[in-house]
């Protein structure tokens, strides 16, 4: 039998909850957040961090707004042992921030983490121990009975050691680890069973952390876990709900929103991900999620490169271009199709900052993560004629008519699929002045004259070398129509102009001017040409004057036309 062989596998079995009432809740609020990126993502990494790198990590996620951060393991490693005590000693918890410390149910890593908080004004003391079957019966090799007793003499070691010191503000947390696959009634009757340790009902300060230690099934089902656990958790008015769930299945994120709905207060995970396996809950996608739906996240995003940057030097983890919200090339379309409507989307919110946020294509303004938007767009052979007008207008303020936009992208699209690759903005540029500014020199303008006769419009244009220099004199319905005529009359050459565009490059009398025009030669010659000029008339002589050069015009001056200047 083929070694890929799904019927060595069976479903999850579903929750029978006929009464749920999360799919119809809305978030109104973020949970509370909970970064065990110091510890259960620090755990994943190959080479652990430093006390250093963790310091580094810490202080980037107290500036971000975290207020419960758990900073380790410290009974298990001497390192973070060392952390905990150096964040204390040299009081770097600020007021309002909790720290978290994990052991395991045992009485000699309780004192050892009750001895590396000594000193600290408020923190939580994470006790677990793991509750499904697998765990119970082919790890330890207890009944249902002894792994409770597991879970409350821990809970009770937890309880005496806090006692010690009463100058210190302590909140009990548990967890039943493998939450998700424990039989759900088990699963409250041991939490229950270490809240009747712990008295929350008495003031005391109690966090049941529920993990998806290994996701085993769609987030619907742990949702239904979820409410059918709260249902069912005598005092649970006394107690805060958390969840904390892995990636196995690719659906962490989605698993822990729909916790919140159906009645979890804390979220608890870490930066892009980290963790075991296929990793921790992303913190950061749920919040971006909660914010691009407008709702206060309650942790500052916005370095959203710093935090990349710091994430990756501290771990030594690399982010996927494709992360969701923080990723490289997440706001980037090399789409034509999307790049056009980018394009005009932006445009149209050109002074309306304080707006509903609706552009096509991004879901958020790449603005407010740091993003800049020369990122957005960017060209390859699959970029239209929308996009390298984008990069144009943002990099140069250089707006295309939609016919010189069409012929242009003909034409970076060509150097993308020869060099089979992304082409530069830079690149795009240079492109575009050798195909279309750049000129002969024969065909530079080098003054002109208009007067106007009538409804008609006399035009006198000097064009060539210094050096080598002609007159051409015409008239015609306006300065272009002179010039051809001028052409016509002067170098018996016959042109049309077939498509014309011409605008200020800014605001102001002192604005730059642009001219874009493409002319057919009676050769049968078609090219088009750019120009700029101090001001559009010029732009627009000169725009023709090239135009006509490229498409190969022949020459036929009359002699008494012809100057030379010595």
Same mark, same amino acid.
């Given at each position: 039998m083929n070694s890929f062989?799904?019927?060595?596998?069976?479903?999850?079995? $579903?929750?029978?909850?006929?009464?749920?009432?999360?799919?119809?809740?809305r978030m109104h609020h973020a949970p509370t957040w909970a970064s065990v990126d110091l510890r259960d993502g620090n755990q994943a990494l190959v080479s652990p961090m430093s006390v250093t790198q963790k310091m580094e990590m810490f202080d980037l996620l107290v500036r971000m707004g975290f207020k419960e951060i758990e900073v380790g393991f410290p009974a298990a490693s001497q390192p973070d042992f060392d952390f905990v005590r150096k964040i204390i000693e040299e009081?770097?918890?600020?007021?309002?921030?909790?720290i978290q410390v994990l052991t395991q149910a045992r009485e000699n890593l309780v004192e050892r983490s009750y001895a590396a908080l000594q000193g600290v004004h408020r923190a939580i003391v994470?006790?677990?121990?793991? +509750?499904?079957?697998?765990?119970?019966?082919?790890?330890?090799?207890?009944? &249902?009975?002894?792994? &409770?007793? !597991? /879970?409350?003499?821990?809970? *009770?070691?937890? &309880?005496?050691?806090?006692?010690? =010191?009463? *100058? +210190?503000?302590?909140?009990?947390?548990?967890?039943?680890?493998? =939450?998700?696959?424990?039989? @759900?009634?088990?699963?409250?009757? %041991?939490? *229950? /069973?270490?809240m009747a340790v712990w008295h929350p009902e008495e003031g005391q300060s109690v966090i049941l952390n529920l993990p998806a230690t290994v996701e085993s099934a769609m987030p619907n089902v742990f949702a239904d876990q979820i409410e059918w656990f709260c249902d069912h958790l005598r005092g649970r008015e006394h107690v805060k709900v958390?969840?904390?769930?892995?990636?196995?299945?690719?659906?962490?994120? /989605?698993?822990?929103?729909?916790?919140?709905?159906a009645g979890a207060d804390r979220v608890e995970g870490t930066l892009f991900g980290n963790g075991e396996r296929t990793g921790n809950m992303d913190i950061l996608t749920m919040a971006m999620n909660l914010y691009s739906?407008?709702?206060?996240?309650?942790?500052? @995003?916005?370095?959203?490169?710093? %935090?990349?940057?710091?994430?990756?030097?501290? +771990?030594?983890?690399?982010?996927?271009?494709?992360?969701?919200?923080?990723?490289?090339? !997440?706001?980037?379309?090399?789409?034509?199709?999307?790049?056009d409507a980018i394009r005009?989307? %932006?445009?149209?919110?050109?002074?309306?900052?304080? $707006? %509903?946020?609706? !552009?096509?294509?991004?879901?958020?303004?790449? $603005?407010? @993560?740091g993003r800049n938007y020369e990122a957005v767009v960017r060209i390859n052979s699959q970029s239209g004629k929308g996009g390298v007008s984008h990069v144009l207008e943002r990099d140069y303020g250089i707006s295309l008519p939609r016919w010189l936009a069409q012929e242009f992208s003909a034409v970076v699209q060509k150097a993308t699929e020869e060099q089979s690759g992304e082409i530069t903005a830079k690149q795009i540029y240079a492109l575009f002045e050798s195909h279309f500014v750049q000129r002969n020199a024969d065909w530079q303008m080098q003054r002109y004259r208009l007067q106007r006769e009538g409804e008609k419009v006399i035009a006198s244009v000097v064009m060539g070398t210094e050096a080598h220099s002609r007159i051409l004199q015409g008239k015609g319905s306006g300065a272009v129509g002179a010039l051809v005529g001028a052409l016509i009359q002067g170098a018996g050459i016959y042109a049309?102009?077939?498509?014309?565009?011409?605008?200020?490059?800014?605001?102001?009398?002192?604005?730059?001017?642009? $001219?874009?025009?493409?002319?057919?030669? *009676?050769?049968?010659?078609? /090219?088009?040409?750019?120009?700029?000029?101090?001001? +559009?008339?010029?732009?627009?002589?000169?725009?023709?004057?090239s135009a006509i050069g490229k498409a190969g015009a022949v020459v036929r001056f009359h002699q008494n036309n012809e100057q030379k200047q010595g």
């Open positions: 062989n799904h019927r060595r596998y069976r479903a999850f079995p $579903a929750v029978h909850k006929p009464d749920r009432r999360w799919p119809n809740r009081k770097r918890i600020p007021e309002d921030v909790t994470h006790v677990y121990n793991s +509750t499904s079957p697998a765990q119970r019966e082919q790890v330890f090799g207890l009944d &249902k009975e002894g792994v &409770k007793a !597991v /879970a409350v003499r821990g809970a *009770e070691w937890v &309880k005496a050691g806090a006692a010690r =010191f009463p *100058e +210190t503000q302590w909140t009990f947390q548990y967890s039943p680890e493998s =939450f998700s696959n424990t039989e @759900l009634d088990y699963a409250v009757e %041991i939490c *229950e /069973a270490v958390s969840v904390h769930t892995h990636n196995d299945r690719g659906c962490a994120v /989605a698993a822990a929103e729909l916790a919140v709905l739906q407008g709702l206060d996240p309650r942790l500052d @995003l916005s370095m959203g490169e710093a %935090i990349r940057e710091i994430y990756t030097r501290c +771990t030594g983890m690399a982010v996927s271009p494709r992360h969701p919200w923080f990723g490289e090339l !997440v706001y980037t379309a090399f789409s034509g199709s999307h790049q005009k989307g %932006i445009n149209r919110r050109q002074g309306q900052d304080e $707006a %509903i946020w609706e !552009v096509p294509y991004l879901p958020i303004d790449p $603005a407010d @993560l049309e102009v077939e498509q014309f565009d011409q605008h200020a490059l800014g605001a102001g009398t002192g604005a730059r001017a642009m $001219a874009c025009a493409r002319v057919s030669v *009676e050769s049968g010659g078609t /090219a088009s040409a750019v120009s700029f000029g101090e001001d +559009t008339t010029e732009a627009a002589l000169q725009s023709v004057l």
